[in-house]
């Protein structure tokens, strides 16, 4: 297997590169027959990686411990789901994961382009092949996944336990499906570039491509989050790690393009700024690789460190020139058919919004490297930990959230003065009664009352959206409220798709603010003891320690610490939190004891028991107990915005109906034509 | 058989089911009497992490926001009380903390604390660094970026919106043909959705 999977990726190296050097020489020599070739390219360097990935997996269950990356990451007890979720463990397999996936994706984009952008896609397909061609070079020649060990181990040294978790099989996929998808969309604007296609075509042929990767972004970030929180034990979910950091920064730049190439569309401006942001936006899903692979600055999630990161770092500086170079050489052609007229105009907004994003993508950048900046400069290491990231972004964050509000509420070109009174009562209005009501409750804090408000503010301008669009339609059509709804968001998904997103990420910001309320506890209590906390809600807890059980389980030795739950004297169950010491099938220890939160949720606030060990070897269980507030609403914010993702890039709808309503008229009068020509 | 003997033989039957499940299937693992407040030996003291008990000095707010200030050194890239509270495999943190106890009971206040541990640490020891000399620049440049960019993006907006607005181009013959138009007015729609 190892001979087919080492075969596969050269094949692959040598297709790829054929291909791009193809596409470059075909540009270079202008001989567009050559663009049959390029496209097929894509499709011989998918199957070849894919070949590879299954002889990877194939390893991996067969336990072919002589293989050192299946040594390294998985044992002969190790469950079927993780064995799975082993090929993205490490670093040899996330590279393999990283070039298949972008290779299918790479191969899709050929197949799923409309043809009036056919034109672009041989320099589609050449970029993509050179991304491949280079992550394929990194295996090959300082990561290969399938080198062989002098000696076969009885047994591997199994999974991090840490990764042994439902959220490893899918969040560090989804990350790295945002991050690979970004190069679709890179590739389109390098392509409008080389071949000078400026026009909007290639906004319209990577739309779709530009809001997945911000979904499978949004997702992967959130699952990240989320694993953080149920598995990493410190009761939180964002840290403002470097690896964290590095999600985000993609993320924020992809959201600023998916505004402004809005105003792209609708008044042909901001075309070198949406071809920057695209730029940047694949540079930094690079940056994170070598961020998270490379070890230059501290993380918790850095798992694996080798000189790989070193690649990364000169492919970014690579791609960073030859990119810049070229937008600087095509910036003539780039020159906006429209001027902003004013002030008061959703343009200048989005523009606001715009910095607003770029803004925080370069605080977080600037914070995440500042550590490195400083050595440099002072010749001393500093930490830049959470207390510095919220006190640089929580403003520039409120300021996103306002112009979040504001934005749709102002109309293209120039709004009247009438016309933002008209709209701007409504929602400010909703904002000042959530800060009435905020402060008539006692809460006085600075930060979760202007977050609240401004939420308040939002969700009152998207309310008002919808309730102008249904009423409109009831009047025009006589629809009820909830046909009016269904009929308004389908006929405008991705108006009313995107005001979705933001009631999501509205729910995000109320849900974080929650967070400046948790309360936090350590406690020792032998069984039969009892200790209370008290929420922030005003009720109080009382957790009676019930003892400490220990028993087998898999490919671990479970030591499960339980307390009995009254809330306000009414007994709500039992929540339990475990220690787990990992075996390997010849029962040693592996890795060091792991944590299992255990966590009793609901709308209001999380229970977050953590059993941090024992007393000398007693029952006597040592507890961190803490109250989260608000915590489900983050996942929930996730669910209604991807919800509102796919809305708006769920293919379909009118505009598309129309248009083959219209061929299809086109190719009736063509007959027609024809025939009475004939007759 | 007749209904009632159905129905009855059905009912304890059940009944019988559920009491099964009560005592065998839904019975826990052997728990001490909520009375008791005497540890018991583990079986297996071993597989699990020894920890020292909690102390009210543990759940001191001064010592918990002190600890946050403070980096733990074991590399985590967490402070000092979300290591210890979270990590216990650490050693470094439960250390750092006792260094934080020995310190508040020497009498030294919060600063002086944090004083003490920067002159032993060095400046890494700070979760955040001190907002003073070049780390000004740290806290400082992307604010005062995006104030300066938002600050000439509003001038840029002010000054064009002042200025009077271009007379309307006199509507010229259109070139196009039928054809053309619904070409047009279909990529606006595209453009509209």
């Known amino acids: 297997m190892t001979v087919l999977g080492q075969f596969s990726l050269w094949l692959a190296l040598f297709a790829a590169a054929w291909g791009a050097g193809t596409a470059f020489l075909a540009r270079w020599q202008d001989r567009p027959e050559l663009a049959r070739i390029i496209t097929r390219s894509t499709y011989g360097v998918c199957a070849a990686l894919l070949v590879a990935a299954l002889c990877l997996w194939k390893g991996l269950f067969a336990h072919d411990f002589n293989i050192e990356y299946v040594a390294q990451y998985t044992s002969r007890n190790l469950p079927e789901s993780y064995i799975f979720a082993a090929f993205w463990a490490g670093q040899k397999g996330s590279l393999l994961f990283w070039a298949t996936i972008l290779s299918i994706f790479g191969a899709t984009a050929q197949q799923v382009t409309s043809r009036r952008h056919e034109a672009l896609l041989p320099y589609v397909a050449g970029i993509t092949n050179v991304v491949v061609a280079f992550f394929v070079l990194t295996m090959l020649f300082s990561a290969n996944p ?12 199994g999974l991090n336990p840490q990764l042994q978790n439902p959220g490893m099989t899918i969040h560090p996929p989804m990350l790295y499906l945002g991050y690979i998808s970004i190069t679709i969309p890179f590739g389109f604007a390098i392509a409008a570039l080389l071949s000078k296609r400026l026009d909007t075509g290639w906004i319209h042929a990577m739309r779709k491509w530009t809001i997945l990767s911000w979904l499978f972004l949004s997702a992967g970030i959130t699952l990240g989050m989320w694993w953080a929180y149920v598995e990493l034990g410190w009761g939180g979910y964002w840290a403002w790690d470097p690896v964290e950091n590095a999600s985000l920064l993609p993320w924020l730049t992809m959201t600023a393009f998916l505004h402004s190439v809005m105003i792209q569309e609708k008044r042909g401006m901001l075309k070198r700024w949406n071809v920057a942001l695209i730029v940047a936006s694949f540079l930094l899903s690079i940056f994170g690789t070598f961020i998270t692979r490379s070890g230059v600055i501290a993380s918790v999630h850095s798992f694996t460190q080798s000189n790989v990161g070193y690649f990364f770092l000169g492919f970014l500086l690579l791609v960073a020139i030859l990119s810049f170079t070229l937008l600087y050489v095509r910036w003539p052609l780039l020159e906006a058919e429209a001027r902003l007229e004013s002030m008061a105009s959703r343009e200048a907004a989005f523009l606001f919004n715009n910095l607003a994003l770029v803004g925080i993508a370069f605080s977080v950048l600037w914070g995440t490297l500042f550590p490195i900046i400083s050595e440099a400069v002072r010749g001393t290491k500093i930490t830049v930990g959470p207390p510095f990231f919220n006190r640089v972004n929580v403003p520039l964050g409120l300021l996103l959230v306002a112009l979040t509000g504001i934005g749709p509420l102002i109309a293209w070109r120039k709004a009247s003065a009438q016309n933002l009174r008209r709209q701007f009562v409504a929602p400010v209005a909703s904002g000042l009664a959530v800060l009435a009501a905020l402060l008539l409750a006692g809460i006085r804090d600075p930060y979760p009352l202007l977050a609240w408000s401004l939420a308040g503010f939002v969700l009152g301008t998207v309310v008002q959206e919808f309730w102008r669009g249904m009423r409109a339609r009831h009047r025009m059509h006589g629809e009820s409220a909830p046909t009016a709804l269904v009929a308004l968001i389908s006929r405008n998904r991705r108006r009313y798709g995107g005001y979705i997103v933001h009631v999501g990420i509205i729910v995000y910001i109320v849900a974080f603010a929650g967070m400046a309320f948790r309360v936090t506890r350590e406690v020792t209590l032998a069984p039969g003891q009892s200790a209370e906390i008290r929420s922030p809600y005003g009720h109080t807890y009382r957790l009676t320690h019930m003892g400490v059980s220990q028993y087998e389980q898999l490919n671990r030795f479970v030591s499960a610490a339980s307390l009995e739950v009254r809330k306000d004297g009414v007994s709500m169950g039992r929540i339990t939190s475990e220690k787990r010491q990992h075996l390997d099938s010849f029962k ?22 953590v059993y941090a060990g024992s007393v000398g ?10 109250i989260n507030p608000l915590v489900m609403w983050v996942w929930l914010g996730a669910g209604i915005l991807i919800t509102g993702g796919l809305i708006t890039m769920w293919p379909g709808g009118p505009a598309v109906q129309q248009r083959r309503q219209s061929e299809a008229q086109a190719g009736y009068d063509a007959r027609l034509a024809g025939v009475g020509a004939e007759s | 058989m007749t209904r009632r003997e159905l129905f009855r033989s059905g009912a304890i039957g059940a009944g019988a089911l559920a009491l099964a499940l009560r005592r065998g299937l839904g019975q826990t693992p052997a728990r001490p009497s909520p009375d008791s407040t005497v540890a018991d030996p583990l079986a297996r003291p071993d597989l699990v992490q020894d920890r020292a008990a909690a102390t009210a000095a543990d759940n001191d707010p001064v010592i918990k926001e002190l600890e946050h200030r403070f980096r733990c050194t074991c590399g985590c890239n967490l402070d000092v009380y ?35 541990f920067v002159a032993k640490y060095g400046e890494r020891i700070l979760m955040a660094p001190e907002p003073q000399g070049f780390n000004l620049a740290g806290y400082l440049l992307p604010g005062a970026l995006v104030a300066t960019a938002g600050v000439l993006l509003a001038a840029v907006l002010l000054r064009r919106s002042r200025r009077p607005p271009q007379p309307a181009a006199a509507p010229a013959q259109s070139a196009a043909s039928p054809s053309d138009a619904e ?11």
């Open chain 2, 183 to 193: 070409r047009l007015a279909r990529a606006l729609r595209d453009v509209e959705d």
């Open chain 2, 82 to 116: 979300t290591c210890r509270t979270t990590d216990f495999t650490c050693t470094y943190s439960p250390a750092l903390h006792r260094e934080v106890l020995a310190l508040r009971r020497e009498g030294k206040s919060p600063d002086q604390v944090e004083a003490a």
């Open chain 1, 617 to 626: 070897g007693t029952d006597q269980a040592t507890y961190a107990i803490t």
């Open chain 1, 146 to 157: 399938f080198e062989r060990l002098p000696f076969t181990p009885d047994d591997g040294r």
């Open chain 1, 588 to 609: 040693r220890k592996t890795f060091e004891p792991s944590t299992e939160v255990g966590i009793w949720s609901n709308l209001k606030e999380d229970l977050y028991v």
